[in-house]
């Protein structure tokens, strides 16, 4: 289909590794969101991308968590040095900017579950 | 304090009743808001956005107080499809440069037979 990829759906590390998570978003979406969401709570904000460029970082947790968009479209979450409380699912979202038009709507994944042992 | 609160529910109705829903927001300077609804174990998608004049989509009502700082939702003529989470989301930005959303923690909804 032609909603939003993610990569892989389910991931078990153990404490202390290094994680990636892809997302490829829907073609031309300008603008693409990495959220997590935990057991019963809902979606928090990482990281917004537009273009290339990281427009607002600050939900990053800490400087173990990086996210790339070289080219503009697929991006990467990464996450280092893995620890029990980084287990949720990984949402990414991506939305089409098109000047006054924005709609607001963001087209999610269905998100990569990441369970830390 | 959390930007978005909700109460978590559960809510549990009959088919053909009506329910409401609703969320308080801490941010005043907030300029966007939106329904989504989560369905168990999937992603959110978007239910309605909604206006400072109040808006309807179907059997689905919005409305939004800004000097409170309270969004609604109505449901009229529930059906066993509308059992879902509903998320209460904001943002301070509007227009073409949406950035950042603030979502609730959802509430959660079960329509019996």
């Known amino acids: 289909g032609a909603g939003v990829s993610q990569t892989p759906s389910n991931k078990v590390t153990e404490k202390g590794k290094y994680v990636e998570l892809r997302c490829d978003p829907i073609s031309g979406h300008t603008a693409l969101y990495w959220y997590r969401q935990s057991l019963g709570q809902g979606p928090e904000f990482l990281i917004y991308f537009q273009g290339t460029g990281a427009a607002d970082d600050s939900g990053l947790p800490n400087d173990r968590f990086f996210a790339v968009r070289p080219e503009g479209s697929v991006s990467t979450l990464k996450i280092q040095r893995t620890e029990r409380g980084d287990s949720a699912v990984y949402l990414c979202?991506?939305?089409?900017?098109?000047?006054?038009?924005?709609?607001?709507?963001?087209?999610f994944g269905e998100g990569s579950r990441l369970t830390v042992l | 304090r959390k930007e978005v609160e909700q109460d978590p529910g559960p809510f549990n109705v009959p088919e053909g009743a009506t329910v409401a829903f609703n969320c308080t927001y801490s941010?005043?300077?907030?300029?966007?808001f939106f329904w989504y609804r989560q369905d168990c174990r999937k992603e959110p998608k978007l239910l309605m956005s909604v206006y400072s004049s109040g808006n309807e989509d179907g059997r689905f009502t919005a409305q939004l107080n800004r000097a409170s700082q309270y969004i609604s939702l109505l449901i009229r003529d529930s059906k066993l499809s509308d059992s879902a989470t509903y998320l209460c989301?904001?943002?301070?930005?509007?227009?073409?440069?949406?950035?950042?959303?603030?979502f609730g923690r959802g509430t959660q909804l079960t329509v019996w037979p």
């Open positions: 989301v904001v943002s301070i930005d509007r227009g073409s440069t949406l950035g950042r959303l603030y």
């Open positions: 941010n005043s300077a907030s300029q966007s």
């Open positions: 979202a991506s939305s089409l900017f098109s000047g006054s038009a924005n709609t607001g709507e963001l087209f």
